[in-house]
């Protein structure tokens, strides 16, 4: 399984983002669950959002409308479009599938993102 992330980059505050991961070795819509994470300076690695197989979505609140997770079933990838962002924004983002029915989680390279003016 791998997991191949881009979309990381320098940006204004109130700007946006989009971040992708193509996968290979896992579906998205059928047997991972797949999600962004991100890692601030200092801080453990905490949950963005997530879609289910079936596209249910979830976001952490201190995205939630400014954050939109998609996917791609044909190229087989997730997506995630950050706007207004803000400088507590700024971290590494990793993108993450979780195979359903196990414990077995795996991770991309990680894209840094930084709001700054």
């Known amino acids: 399984v791998q997991l191949q992330a881009s979309g990381g980059g320098l940006v204004q505050p109130g700007g946006s983002l989009r971040l992708s991961c193509a996968a290979s070795?896992?579906?998205?819509?059928?047997?991972?669950?797949g999600g962004w994470y991100r890692q601030r300076p200092g801080e453990e690695r905490e949950l963005v959002a997530r879609i289910t197989r079936v596209g249910t979505k979830n976001y952490a609140d201190s995205v939630k409308g400014r954050a939109s997770i998609s996917r791609d079933d044909f190229k087989n990838t997730i997506s995630l479009q950050l706007d207004n962002l803000k400088p507590e924004d700024t971290a590494i983002y990793y993108c993450?599938?979780?195979?359903?029915?196990?414990?077995?989680?795996?991770w991309g390279q990680g894209t840094l993102v930084t709001v700054s003016s």
């Open positions: 070795g896992i579906r998205f819509d059928a047997n991972a669950m």
């Open positions: 993450n599938a979780h195979k359903y029915g196990t414990t077995l989680q795996y």
